[in-house]
T-cell receptor, first 113, second 112 residues
Framework: KQEVTQIPAALSVPEGENLVLNCSFT??????LQWFRQDPGKGLTSLLL?????REQTSGRLNASLDKSSGRSTLYIAASQPGDSATYLC????????????FGAGTRLTVKP | GAGVSQSPSNKVTEKGKDVELRCDPI?????LYWYRQSLGQGLEFLIY????????KSGLPSDRFSAERTGGSVSTLTIQRTQQEDSAVYLC??????????FGPGTRLTVL
């Protein structure tokens, strides 16, 4: 059974710093991996989707990488801003069926002005 | 285009009452998911619909929970005889098969 782990559970950084959020998964047979952000009391907003055949995806200041063989994905945030403060979740989708999506517990990021 | 919408945004109910939560997926998305998120917890899968296939109900916590999807579009999650432990945010998501999931804003359910 796929297990997805996110470390650290919480992270606090000063504004302007570059940072990396980590996501690890136990079963490398994934179809894709998706990163989300969740603001307090809100739903999840999709940030990046990486297909299993891809190594990375970029959107603005965000860059997500995928290393299937080691069971890891990272989300890199450049030049962090207070507006980046949120909980970031990763989810790995298995190959067996479209519903086999496992979420990590998230990393709660605080960017201090 | 419109995203996933959910209603109501907030629902306060008394223990023992039934509640209905609604989800409108993105047009053209054949896959629809319901999740539950309790305070400070991760996402708990509840039920999944894919086209006309039989839904995957493996995540429903008890027989008080049921869901339907009419016409392959709108879905309703029903909780009968609500209990205080049902209090949570209920999130709906939709996607094309094996593609990016898009979430609605959620319904915050409080059972008094």
């Amino acid at each position: 059974k796929q297990e997805v782990t996110q470390i650290p559970a919480a992270l606090s950084v000063p504004e302007g710093e570059n940072l990396v959020l980590n996501c690890s998964f136990t079963d490398s047979a994934i179809y894709n991996l998706q990163w989300f952000r969740q603001d307090p009391g809100k739903g999840l907003t999709s940030l990046l989707l990486i297909q299993s055949s891809q190594r990375e995806q970029t959107s603005g200041r965000l860059n997500a990488s995928l290393d299937k063989s080691s069971g890891r994905s990272t989300l890199y945030i450049a030049a962090s801003q207070p507006g980046d403060s949120a909980t970031y979740l990763c989810a790995a989708r298995g190959v067996s069926n479209n519903n086999d999506m496992r979420f990590g517990a998230g990393t709660r990021l605080t960017v201090k002005p | 285009g419109a995203g996933v919408s959910q209603s109501p945004s907030n629902k306060v109910t008394e223990k023992g009452k039934d509640v209905e939560l609604r989800c409108d997926p993105i047009s053209g998305h054949t896959a629809l998911y319901w999740y539950r998120q309790s305070l400070g917890q991760g996402l708990e899968f509840l039920i999944y619909f894919q086209g006309n296939s039989a839904p995957d109900k493996s995540g429903l916590p008890s027989d008080r929970f049921s869901a339907e999807r009419t016409g392959g579009s709108v879905s309703t999650l029903t909780i009968q005889r609500t209990q205080q432990e049902d209090s949570a945010v209920y999130l709906c998501a939709s996607s094309r098969p094996y593609n990016e999931q898009f979430f609605g804003p959620g319904t915050r359910l409080t059972v008094l």
